[in-house]
């Protein structure tokens, strides 16, 4: 695998100016704005989970980007936003359904949690288990389906669903405690991001934070 990609002055500047543009968009949505968030987004170099010093271009863009196998890194707002709602404390066990490209599971580590990702696809499982190494982040990777998640390391404090699924998959609220915290995006096409706080007799509290727009999260696949 190709080396890692140094941070530049003109990098760091575009990276400041992407979490300006994050901070900006979340008040404009009416979204909190967490600082611990927006940090640990300065400090994790995006330029790096793009295959080419010519994708750098788009690195540090407010917007999602393809990364192969019909995934995309997620938009930047998107990650700071879904950050912010899972109430982050540190050494909270997380679980990120959909690694993908790996940067929101790195903003999260950076944020001093305890990551545990699942991927379904092997070729991004693969790429991604090499790569976050490289960058210094201690991630526990799984290769499987999201929607079993990892019952073995439950309970978890918080659970992150990086893909668009129909409905909130019931077996990964199983795998959070009383009072954890799922975030996901929710509906067959366009979604809204959901919020629900564990409750016991699943009386959980579900809450609503826009539309957003995800690939969709697929149910006993895995390629």
């Not at 790996?102 to 696809?121: D, F, K, P």
Request: with cysteine; charged share 25%.
């Amino acid at each position: 695998m190709r080396g890692l990609r140094p941070d530049t002055m003109k990098l760091r500047g575009a990276r400041e100016r992407l979490v300006k543009d994050v901070r900006k968009m979340l008040e404009n949505e009416g979204q909190e704005v967490d600082e611990h968030v927006l940090n640990a987004m300065r400090n994790v170099y995006r330029h790096q989970f793009f295959d080419s010093a010519f994708d750098e271009h788009f690195a540090y863009e407010n917007k999602a980007f393809g990364i192969g196998q019909g995934q995309t890194i997620s938009q930047p707002y998107i990650v700071a936003l879904q950050s912010i709602l899972i109430k982050a404390e540190k050494r909270d066990k997380i679980l990120e359904v959909g690694t993908g490209s790996g940067y929101q599971a790195a903003v999260l580590a950076q944020m001093g949690l305890r990551v545990y990702s699942i991927e379904r696809q092997r070729k991004l499982y693969e790429k991604t288990r090499t790569l976050l190494p490289m960058m210094n982040f201690n991630i526990r990777m799984f290769y499987g389906d999201g929607y079993k998640g990892l019952p073995q390391f439950s309970p978890f404090d918080k659970v992150i669903i990086t893909a668009g699924a129909p409905e909130i998959p019931k077996e990964l609220v199983n795998q959070l405690k009383d009072g954890g915290i799922l975030v996901a995006p929710i509906g067959k096409e366009e979604q809204i991001m959901v919020k629900l706080i564990k409750r016991q007799n699943e009386d959980h509290e579900i809450s609503y934070h826009g539309s957003c727009s995800f690939v969709p999260m697929l149910k006993d696949v895995v390629r």
